[in-house]
């Protein structure tokens, strides 16, 4: 934003400065006939609101086109998706748009008003653009084309600065861009949203539901297992119904447990609703059941997960909760290796009102409701192991309490309840095989008999690759208009040094100069420009890129460091080319006239 902000102002800088340029010998002749400087930068000024009255209702409908378009492809990488996309028509937005390019105009303007009011009727017959010099040096090895080249641009400074950064700018956006998206590493990606190479169930279990009787069917399981070839299969079980295991803690455990995702003033409420029993107090938890084969794709933290599977004891996992990058977070709110935990699993629920100890009706107010497990069977457990469950195969969503594992048999054991399959996922022996089992699924999934839905590495790669073309499509449309308006004061620069000097290459061809010596002296401007600003492009990137990238690891974690100077080199065959063919191209529109013609108009 503050590249495409500085670029904007440059480039309505130099369109009026061109326009003061083009016009300082019809200033120096108003000044003759009593025209005061103050006049003169309020003509400039009112040219300029002129101007805005068309371009900024112009610029206001376009950006609102534009955002219009954008926005739905914006939405669509989000969870909320394009269907919820809607483009504000805020009064505000267009009033601070307006406000923001009329301030910017009128900022870009005030120098070439202060170039035009300060310049004398005489001085303006003769306008070169140059700035004064302190000292001037004789020079006794000769004139050269390149030299003369060069001693133009340093007439000014600043402009000469301004152009060549405005060109470099877009280079290193789109280098730092080019950088940014291909720093994102599917690998890392696939490896953290994946854990299998298909995981199936249904839309309610892929939209994050919860309390869902059944998930998956063990028909369909069948039938896919039937249909597919695979290595690794399994399910992952939970307990069907409206009412979670309850984990008992005492209220310092309880209440650092629930602080993590509650604000302070809200965990006094929580507190009174929460089931209790004597000084313990309840958290809903979730335990899900893992089939034998999946337990490997667990990570553990601490502790060992082959005493999981002990039938002799009452063990249990605990999936602790870690960062983007997999770095445990929030452990103090754990219990240890070793320790007991008492879990009701409820079979029989309901809220009272606890002012008066009676069923709730509808009339109690949700702070009065105290939650009362009136039918459990319990079990303590002793915890065996702090692991990590890869997203994909757990619950998707998350309660107050923790999020525990068990074997699928000893879950249905203790919960003495019938559990129904989460999830059913597996993986492929060979690419052939992904690729059947791709086609299979999808074929099936398409009927909505089936109410099945599934994701696999493939459907996975689909989404990386639209999240990357989502910010290709934004970034290259913000380095595209920089790019565009970098060009542009490349050419609006080169156009006010021919416009302002036509009196001196006049004076230069008269005293012998050739048309291709001062065609050469152009390019030869040209070619600096371009030089300097691949040169400070690559200078900028090489600057810029560490820094970036240090950022973005610490912001996405499937980005790798990929330091690249591709698009700053990239660009330097399109500079040359814009160096040589601009001033040519405006040179011959500006030397129609002879050089009779052009000494005498700049004499008259």
């Known amino acids: 934003l503050l590249l495409v902000v500085f670029t904007g102002y440059l480039i309505i800088y130099n369109i009026f400065q061109i326009s003061v340029t083009g016009d300082i010998r019809f200033y120096g002749l108003l000044k003759t006939i009593g025209v005061t400087p103050r006049q003169l930068r309020r003509i400039i000024r009112e040219q300029a609101l002129a101007l805005c009255a068309v371009g900024i209702p112009l610029g206001l409908l376009a950006g609102w086109s534009v955002g219009a378009?954008?926005?739905?492809?914006?939405?669509?990488?989000?969870?909320?998706?394009?269907?919820?996309?809607?483009?504000?028509?805020?009064?505000?937005?267009?009033?601070?748009?307006?406000?923001?390019?009329?301030?910017?105009?009128?900022?870009?303007?005030?120098?070439?008003?202060?170039?035009?009011?300060?310049?004398?009727?005489?001085?303006?017959?003769?306008?070169?653009?140059?700035?004064?010099?302190?000292?001037?040096?004789?020079?006794?090895?000769?004139?050269?084309?390149?030299?003369?080249?060069?001693?133009?641009?340093?007439?000014?400074?600043?402009?000469?600065?301004?152009?060549?950064?405005?060109?470099?700018?877009?280079?290193?956006?789109?280098?730092?861009?080019?950088?940014?998206?291909?720093?994102?590493?599917?690998?890392?990606?696939?490896?953290?949203?994946?854990?299998?190479?298909?995981?199936?169930?249904?839309?309610?279990?892929?939209?994050?539901?919860?309390?869902?009787?059944?998930?998956?069917?063990?028909?369909?399981?069948?039938?896919?297992?039937a249909n597919t070839e695979q290595t690794i299969s399994g399910c992952g079980w939970c307990i069907p119904g409206t009412s979670y295991p309850q984990v008992w803690l005492t209220k310092e455990r309880w209440t650092e447990c629930v602080s993590v995702y509650e604000f302070d003033e809200s965990i006094d409420s929580l507190l009174r609703q929460a089931a209790k029993r004597g000084e313990a107090i309840a958290v809903n938890s979730m335990i899900e059941g893992l089939d034998e084969a999946l337990l490997g794709k667990l990570a553990v933290i601490d502790g060992d997960l082959a005493a999981l599977t002990d039938p002799d004891a009452h063990n249990i996992a605990l999936a602790i909760r870690t960062d983007d990058y997999g770095n445990p977070i929030d452990q103090d709110i754990y219990p240890a290796v070793g320790e007991k935990l008492d879990i009701s699993y409820v079979n029989e629920d309901y809220f009272i009102d606890a002012r008066s100890g009676k069923l709730s009706d509808e009339e109690t107010p949700p702070e009065d409701l105290q939650y009362v497990v009136a039918g459990s069977k319990d079990v303590e457990y002793t915890v065996c192991a702090w692991v990590t469950v890869p997203y994909p195969m757990g619950f998707r969503h998350g309660t107050l309490g923790y999020d525990l594992v068990l074997p699928a048999k000893r879950l249905q054991e203790d919960s003495g309840q019938t559990v129904v399959p989460l999830l059913y996922l597996f993986d492929t022996p060979d690419a052939a095989a992904e690729s059947a089992a791709e086609e299979y699924l999808a074929d099936l999934t398409s009927d909505d008999a089936f109410a099945l839905m599934y994701e696999s590495k493939a459907t996975m790669r689909a989404d990386f690759e639209s999240f990357?073309?989502?910010?290709?499509?934004?970034?290259?449309?913000?380095?595209?208009?920089?790019?565009?308006?970098?060009?542009?004061?490349?050419?609006?620069?080169?156009?006010?040094?021919?416009?302002?000097?036509?009196?001196?290459?006049?004076?230069?061809?008269?005293?012998?100069?050739?048309?291709?010596?001062?065609?050469?002296?152009?390019?030869?401007?040209?070619?600096y420009y371009a030089l300097g600003a691949a040169t400070l492009a690559l200078m900028l990137s090489l600057l810029l890129e560490p820094l970036v990238e240090r950022l973005l690891v610490n912001l996405f974690w499937f980005f790798s460091p990929r330091l690249t100077f591709l698009p700053a080199l990239a660009a330097l065959p399109v500079f040359a080319l814009l160096g040589v063919l601009v001033p040519l191209i405006l040179y011959r529109a500006a030397a129609k006239q002879t050089i009779v013609e052009r000494l005498r108009e700049a004499e008259s």
């Open 69 to 225: 378009l954008l926005t739905p492809v914006v939405m669509e990488q989000t969870t909320l998706g394009a269907a919820s996309a809607s483009v504000s028509a805020s009064p505000l937005i267009f009033l601070a748009s307006a406000l923001f390019a009329l301030v910017t105009v009128l900022l870009s303007c005030a120098r070439p008003g202060r170039i035009a009011a300060r310049v004398s009727p005489v001085e303006a017959t003769k306008y070169t653009e140059a700035l004064p010099t302190v000292k001037k040096h004789r020079m006794f090895h000769g004139t050269k084309v390149g030299r003369m080249a060069m001693a133009n641009l340093g007439r000014n400074r600043s402009k000469t600065i301004l152009v060549i950064l405005s060109l470099a700018l877009c280079v290193v956006l789109l280098n730092v861009l080019y950088a940014y998206v291909g720093g994102f590493d599917m690998e890392k990606y696939l490896d953290a949203r994946t854990c299998a190479d298909f995981i199936v169930s249904s839309p309610a279990y892929f939209r994050y539901a919860h309390n869902v009787d059944e998930y998956i069917s063990q028909g369909m399981i069948d039938q896919i297992a």
């Open 468 to 527: 990357q073309n989502f910010f290709l499509l934004l970034g290259g449309l913000l380095c595209t208009i920089i790019g565009i308006v970098g060009i542009l004061n490349f050419f609006n620069a080169v156009m006010t040094g021919i416009l302002s000097r036509r009196r001196e290459f006049a004076v230069l061809q008269a005293v012998g100069m050739t048309n291709s010596q001062l065609k050469a002296m152009l390019i030869f401007e040209g070619g």
